[in-house]
Nanobody
Framework: VQLQASGGGLVQAGGSLRLSCAAN????????VGWYRQAPGKQREFVAE?????????NYEESVKGRFTISRDIAKNTVYLQMNSLRPEDTAVYYC????????????????????WGQGTLVTVSS
């Protein structure tokens, strides 16, 4: 399984970016697809995740709620992360990942539960 993250770049604070995570197999086959990020000198942290089940609310890290939206396009085997109102503290390498475990709304599982990882895309937000 391969996951390819793209869409990163340099943007000013308050701006927007849309990240894409393309899979070489049907994303619907993964129970969970999510985004993590890692800032320089910091641990990788959870950002958002979405269930394979249609209509189930995604999970978001508290600081991105209301600014980021995760979604998927089954026909394109792609999961997106729309990022609005970006802040300098959002600067990081963003990774997409897929998990086989069941999705539970309101519960964030350990990072190790994600089995497949993409290579990361850099997002830089200038002040």
């Amino acid at each position: 399984v391969q996951l390819q993250a793209s869409g990163g770049g340099l943007v000013q604070a308050g701006g927007s970016l849309r990240l894409s995570c393309a899979a070489n197999r049907r994303v619907i086959s993964f129970n969970v697809v999510g985004w993590y990020r890692q800032a320089p000198g910091k641990q990788r942290e959870f950002v958002a995740e979405i269930s394979r089940v249609r209509g189930v609310s995604p999970n978001y890290e508290e600081s991105v709620k209301g600014r980021f939206t995760i979604s998927r396009d089954i026909a394109k085997n792609t999961v997106y992360l729309q990022m609005n109102s970006l802040r300098p503290e959002d600067t990081a390498v963003y990774y997409c990942a897929a998990a086989r475990r069941q999705y539970v709304f309101g519960t964030i599982f350990p990072l190790d539960d994600y089995v497949y990882w993409g290579q990361g895309t850099l997002v830089t937000v200038s002040s």
